[in-house]
């Protein structure tokens, strides 16, 4: 990403006016901030902002638990925990992928936990932050039970110089994929 942002810059791509939106891998370790970003970058991370790893471990601990429980109820077994990486073990009686059906449809506490068939959460909860001018990330809004509240407004209706006519060339989508 800093690569594409460096030959954004040459180009005159990241002054005023231009609004870069990133995912959050591409933002990386959140304490090293690559030069080439700009200032007003806007990035979409996992809350980790307000979800210590305490709590994270315990949101884990009870998917894996409710999804067991709810197999165990329904077929009277679980797959065995105690198989090892290391050894040529025969294969399991229940595959851990028998498991993987039973956290489609988790809640705890009234919070959906849910997977897709892909393996993505239905609804995560994730953080809008921005790129501040002394460069450090801000947090400005959350993606929370499919609603997106920000503290204010990212990209006006209007052209960056305050003029009162709306800028019709305002936006620009530019993607870049990076596999691990």
């Known amino acids: 990403a800093a690569l594409v942002m460096e030959e954004a810059r040459s180009l005159g791509l990241t002054g005023a006016g231009f609004v870069w939106i990133v995912p959050g891998l591409t933002t990386g370790n959140l304490e090293q901030i690559p030069e080439a970003f700009p200032t007003g970058m806007i990035s979409v991370v996992y809350d980790e902002w307000d979800y210590p790893l305490e709590t994270r471990v315990h949101d884990a601990v009870g998917i894996i638990s409710s999804a067991a429980a709810a197999m165990f109820r329904e077929e009277g077994r679980i797959p065995d925990g105690t198989a090892s990486c290391h050894s040529q073990s025969e294969k399991p009686e229940v595959p851990p992928s028998a498991l993987r059906r039973y956290m489609m449809g988790v809640s705890l506490g009234g919070r959906d936990y849910s997977f897709m068939d892909d393996g993505y959460q239905v609804n995560p909860k994730l953080v809008v932050i921005v790129l501040n001018t ?12 499919h609603t997106l509240k920000l503290k204010f407004p990212v990209w006006p209706r209007y052209n960056s110089f305050g003029d009162m006519d709306a800028d019709e060339n305002h936006l620009s989508i530019v993607t870049l994929e990076e596999r691990p």
Not at 134 to 145: D, I, P, V
């Open 134 to 145: 002394q460069r450090e990330w801000e947090k400005m809004g959350r993606w929370e039970n």
